[in-house]
Each structure stands twice: as structure tokens, then as C-alpha cells.
């Protein structure tokens, strides 16, 4: 069999299939391979312009690939990867290359790479971003690891990526793991911006009474301004959708019980680890696993009732709340590139947070307008410690800072349930407090534990005799 295709792809789901039609479009001969004849009739029927074919079994699929050969994984992260990797070793040769592209936590892609390169197989993690449509029109993707595989794949990739401005959607992240741990803070980003707007709908509807009509009008207002980014696009458009079964609107008959797939876990657990706090990503988790006890939340309703006051001027509290989505929106994305910034020292990554926040512009699912300006902060200062010393982002902080008080205030003082946007503006007087109250913490912790302290006024580690006469 003549060697032709330049990239072989496995797993030809929705977003294998896609990605493989994209790279087509642009001229690529590529195939695939998966063990669901269905999925190769499928790609088959969708790839008919360009003659598509895939492979029903694995070592034609490998010899059917020019060397040294392509190939990219998108699989269900986790042992099924393992699994993969396992079958394919025994077909490949010395330089050939895998290309993880699902959401494998770092970790693993950090031991794989290790094992592979004893092999001579370059191996690389890359993150996508963008969904079915974005794989199949132009995701974001995010490489890291082995450069010498990236450089190998870098022409498609570039083809294939979303263009803003010219520029694709794509960028070397850096050595190692970097590429899925940079994916997988994205995700906690995605995690705490949903949370963000739901907070949001939930004053719109039961703090404004706003039906559905003129909350989907109110996302689709603030789409076209300062808060124009993909997930208000598709939140404004989920408000016109209605059910055939029952004839109403689709929204007011899902469950109000949302899953996860862990990625927002994984990224909560890793800035535990490097003590950066992220609060407002923990709380989109936090918030997910609490509205799994539908049953236990509809008895403390009954039992705990918290009648609200009504809003005296409705326009003014929906400008306002406009103000709090964005001062929000600003602090998921300031917490998600601090952590990148942290874990960029601890695991010697050497992220480039503007080329990371210029590839997020376009293709991704957290895609803003916002993120020019977060572009723009970094390639300013590529040192910057924190969004919040830009300046621009400070003038635009200022602004909005009063408009956010006043929601967050009205929710607790009514009983609305705003974990993501409070902990968002505690987040912020948090890091704006010259002298916080943790001097206390500390000399408890040497009252109780001898655990030691440090003075203001002094070098040193001290202990004091707290059951002194002093007392």
C-alpha cells in the first residue's frame, strides 16, 4: 500500500470527523480510523467532496500514513488513551508522532510523554477549543510538549485553526504538559463565566420577573457591547428556543441539575495545590455539585423561606447588573491567567500569557471581546503580575465597581444565591487590602500550636509565651 496521507486521525466522533473535514477543506489528504463501522460511513458520507475514507482496522490505518507518521488521538480522556497509545506502539517506528487532542489531565500527558520518549515516539498533548463547530470551521488549539512533533504538524494546524485579525488560533505553548494544563485552566474559566451567567438570569427572572422573551432581549443587548463574547451569543439564543412536546420554551423544562465532565475539578484541585487561590472557578464547581440535591434544596425552600423585597427601579438594577456580569466576567479571567502565571514557575512551562490570551480570541468557547483588552495588558507587560495592576483594566474596574456592589448587596440582602459574583468582588477587596486581618490568624496558630510568626518591625521567625502574665 502507497504511503500518501500526510495525518491519521482516531476516534471519529463529532469532533475527530470535523477536525479531519477542516483539514481536508484546506487541502490536507488525511484519513481516520475507529472500531464503529458507523462512524466510518459517517465520515465517509460528510468527507464525499474530498473523497474521505477511513480504516476499519489500525495497521492498515498505520501503513496507509506517510513517514515519519501523523497521528492524533481524540478519545475520551483517561485509560481509553492508555488503551490507544498500547495498540498503536507495536505499529509505529522510531520518530513517529502522537498528538493527544482531548482533555487528558496534565499529569497523564506529563507520564506518557515520558514513557513514549524512551521509545523514540514524540508524543504532545494539544487542547481544543470551540466544540463540534469550531473543529469543524476553526477551533483554538493548544499545543504543548515534544516541539519537534508540533513543528512536524504546525503548517495544519495553522491552516486549520480560527483567524482573528489574520493571526490563527493557535500558538507553541510550551514544554511538557503545558498544552492540556493550559486547556484545562481554559475549561475552569468556561466553568466560572456559565456560573456567572446564570447567577445572572436567575436576578433577571426572579429579581426583575423578566420572562424568557425579554431576558433572551436583554443577553442579546449586552452581546453587542462591552460583554460580547460566545457564551452570551448562545445564552440570548437559548431563550427563543421552544420544546415541541409541551409548546412552551425549552429552558423552563430542563432539569435544574448540572453535570460536569471534571475538568473544572481538576483545575480547582491544581491551584489548591500551588496555593493560588481561584475562588470564583471553585465556586462554578461548587455550584454545580450543589444543584445535584434537587430534593434536599426543595425542603430547606419550604422550610427556609426568604421572601424578596421588590425592585424600585428596574432599569437602573439591570444597568447595574450589566456592570456586576462584566466586573465578574474580568475576575474569571483574571484568576484563570494568574494561576496560568503561577503554575508557569512551579512547572518551569514558560507561558506566554498574550500569545495564550491571543489564541483564546478566536475558534474557543471562552472567546470575548475582552480579551483584546487582556491581549493587549500582556503584550504590554508580559510580566504583569495580575490583570489587576493593568491599567486599563483598572479604569474599567473603577467604573463598574459601585454598579457591582449594589447587586451583590440586594442579592445576599434577598436571598439569592450568587456564589460566583460575590466571591468574585470578595476576591477583589481580598487582593485590594493593604493590611488584612491574617496577623490574627497567625498568632493563634502560635497560641495554640507554637507554630511561630514574623514581626513588621523586625527580621525573623518568633514564638511568643502567650500564657504569660501578660494576659
Given at each position: 500500500?502507497?504511503?500518501?496521507?500526510?495525518?491519521?486521525?482516531?476516534?471519529?466522533?463529532?469532533?475527530?470527523?470535523?477536525?479531519?473535514?477542516?483539514?481536508?477543506?484546506?487541502?490536507?489528504?488525511?484519513?481516520?480510523?475507529?472500531?464503529?463501522?458507523?462512524?466510518?460511513?459517517?465520515?465517509?458520507?460528510?468527507?464525499?467532496?474530498?473523497?474521505?475514507?477511513?480504516?476499519?482496522?489500525?495497521?492498515?490505518?498505520?501503513?496507509?500514513?506517510?513517514?515519519?507518521?501523523?497521528?492524533?488521538?481524540?478519545?475520551?480522556?483517561?485509560?481509553?488513551?492508555?488503551?490507544?497509545i498500547?495498540?498503536?506502539?507495536?505499529?509505529?517506528?522510531?520518530?513517529?508522532?502522537?498528538?493527544?487532542?482531548?482533555?487528558?489531565?496534565?499529569?497523564?500527558?506529563?507520564?506518557?510523554a515520558?514513557?513514549?520518549?524512551?521509545?523514540?515516539?514524540?508524543?504532545?498533548?494539544?487542547?481544543?477549543?470551540?466544540?463540534?463547530?469550531?473543529?469543524?470551521?476553526?477551533?483554538?488549539?493548544?499545543?504543548?510538549?515534544?516541539?519537534?512533533?508540533?513543528?512536524?504538524?504546525?503548517?495544519?494546524?495553522?491552516?486549520?485553526?480560527?483567524?482573528?485579525?489574520?493571526?490563527?488560533?493557535?500558538?507553541?505553548?510550551?514544554?511538557?504538559a503545558?498544552?492540556?494544563?493550559?486547556?484545562?485552566?481554559?475549561?475552569?474559566?468556561?466553568?466560572a463565566?456559565?456560573?456567572i451567567?446564570?447567577?445572572?438570569?436567575?436576578?433577571?427572572?426572579?429579581?426583575?420577573?423578566?420572562?424568557?422573551?425579554?431576558?433572551?432581549?436583554?443577553?442579546?443587548?449586552?452581546?453587542?457591547?462591552?460583554?460580547?463574547?460566545?457564551?452570551?451569543?448562545?445564552?440570548?439564543?437559548?431563550?427563543?428556543?421552544?420544546?415541541?412536546?409541551?409548546?412552551?420554551?425549552?429552558?423552563?423544562?430542563?432539569?435544574?441539575?448540572?453535570?460536569?465532565?471534571?475538568?473544572?475539578?481538576?483545575?480547582?484541585?491544581?491551584?489548591?495545590?500551588?496555593?493560588?487561590?481561584?475562588?470564583t472557578?471553585?465556586?462554578?464547581?461548587?455550584?454545580?455539585?450543589?444543584s445535584?440535591?434537587?430534593?434536599?434544596?426543595?425542603?430547606?425552600?419550604?422550610?427556609?423561606?426568604?421572601?424578596?423585597?421588590?425592585?424600585?427601579?428596574?432599569?437602573?438594577?439591570?444597568?447595574?447588573?450589566?456592570?456586576?456580569?462584566?466586573?465578574?466576567?474580568?475576575?474569571?479571567?483574571?484568576?484563570?491567567?494568574?494561576?496560568?502565571?503561577?503554575?508557569?514557575?512551579?512547572?518551569?512551562?514558560?507561558?506566554?500569557?498574550?500569545?495564550?490570551?491571543?489564541?483564546?480570541?478566536?475558534?474557543?468557547?471562552?472567546?470575548?471581546?475582552?480579551?483584546?483588552?487582556?491581549?493587549q495588558?500582556?503584550?504590554?507587560?508580559?510580566?504583569?503580575?495580575?490583570?489587576?495592576?493593568?491599567?486599563?483594566?483598572?479604569?474599567?474596574?473603577?467604573?463598574?465597581?459601585?454598579?457591582?456592589?449594589?447587586?451583590?448587596?440586594?442579592?445576599?440582602?434577598?436571598?439569592?444565591?450568587?456564589?460566583?459574583?460575590?466571591?468574585?468582588?470578595t476576591?477583589?477587596?481580598?487582593?485590594?487590602?493593604?493590611?488584612?486581618?491574617?496577623?490574627?490568624?497567625?498568632?493563634?496558630?502560635?497560641?495554640?500550636?507554637?507554630?511561630?510568626?514574623?514581626?513588621?518591625?523586625?527580621?525573623?521567625?518568633?514564638?511568643?509565651?502567650?500564657?504569660s502574665?501578660?494576659?
Amino acid at each position: 500500500m502507497n504511503n500518501k496521507y500526510t495525518l491519521g486521525m482516531i476516534g471519529l466522533g463529532t469532533m475527530g470527523r470535523n477536525l479531519l473535514l477542516n483539514m481536508a477543506d484546506h487541502g490536507f489528504a488525511v484519513t481516520g480510523y475507529d472500531k464503529d463501522a458507523r462512524m466510518l460511513q459517517k465520515l465517509e458520507e460528510d468527507g464525499k467532496a474530498h473523497h474521505l475514507k477511513g480504516f476499519p482496522v489500525l495497521a492498515d490505518f498505520i501503513q496507509s500514513l506517510e513517514l515519519p507518521r501523523k497521528v492524533m488521538l481524540l478519545v475520551p480522556a483517561g485509560q481509553i488513551v492508555d488503551s490507544v497509545i498500547q495498540e498503536l506502539v507495536p505499529l509505529l517506528a522510531k520518530g513517529d508522532m502522537i498528538i493527544d487532542s482531548g482533555n487528558s489531565h496534565f499529569t497523564d500527558t506529563s507520564r506518557r510523554a515520558a514513557e513514549l520518549d524512551k521509545q523514540g515516539i514524540h508524543f504532545f498533548g494539544m487542547g481544543i477549543s470551540g466544540g463540534e463547530e469550531g473543529a469543524r470551521f476553526g477551533p483554538s488549539m493548544m499545543p504543548g510538549g515534544d516541539k519537534t512533533a508540533y513543528n512536524a504538524v504546525k503548517p495544519i494546524l495553522e491552516a486549520v485553526a480560527a483567524k482573528v485579525n489574520g493571526d490563527p488560533c493557535v500558538a507553541y505553548i510550551g514544554p511538557g504538559a503545558s498544552g492540556h494544563f493550559v486547556k484545562m485552566v481554559h475549561n475552569g474559566i468556561e466553568y466560572a463565566i456559565m456560573q456567572i451567567l446564570a447567577e445572572t438570569y436567575d436576578m433577571l427572572k426572579h429579581g426583575l420577573g423578566y420572562n424568557n422573551e425579554q431576558i433572551g432581549n436583554t443577553f442579546a443587548k449586552w452581546d453587542e457591547g462591552r460583554l460580547q463574547c460566545f457564551l452570551i451569543e448562545i445564552t440570548k439564543d437559548v431563550f427563543k428556543v421552544k420544546d415541541p412536546k409541551s409548546g412552551g420554551y425549552l429552558i423552563d423544562i430542563i432539569k435544574d441539575e448540572a453535570m460536569s465532565k471534571g475538568t473544572g475539578k481538576w483545575t480547582s484541585q491544581v491551584s489548591m495545590d500551588l496555593e493560588l487561590p481561584i475562588p470564583t472557578i471553585d465556586e462554578a464547581v461548587s455550584a454545580r455539585d450543589l444543584s445535584k440535591f434537587k430534593q434536599l434544596r426543595i425542603a430547606l425552600n419550604a422550610a427556609l423561606p426568604h421572601p424578596a423585597e421588590q425592585i424600585s427601579n428596574p432599569q437602573e438594577f439591570e444597568a447595574q447588573l450589566e456592570e456586576a456580569l462584566y466586573f465578574a466576567m474580568i475576575t474569571c479571567y483574571a484568576q484563570g491567567f494568574h494561576l496560568l502565571s503561577q503554575a508557569s514557575a512551579a512547572y518551569q512551562y514558560d507561558l506566554h500569557l498574550q500569545e495564550i490570551s491571543q489564541i483564546w480570541r478566536g475558534g474557543c468557547i471562552i472567546r470575548a471581546a475582552l480579551l483584546e483588552d487582556i491581549y493587549q495588558a500582556y503584550k504590554k507587560q508580559p510580566n504583569l503580575e495580575h490583570l489587576y495592576a493593568d491599567a486599563g483594566i483598572q479604569h474599567k474596574l473603577k467604573e463598574i465597581i459601585p454598579g457591582t456592589r449594589k447587586v451583590v448587596g440586594h442579592a445576599i440582602q434577598n436571598g439569592f444565591a450568587i456564589p460566583a459574583l460575590a466571591s468574585a468582588l470578595t476576591y477583589f477587596d481580598s487582593l485590594r487590602t493593604a493590611n488584612s486581618p491574617l496577623n490574627l490568624t497567625q498568632a493563634q496558630r502560635d497560641f495554640f500550636g507554637a507554630h511561630t510568626f514574623e514581626r513588621t518591625d523586625e527580621e525573623g521567625i518568633f514564638h511568643a509565651d502567650w500564657n504569660s502574665n501578660n494576659l
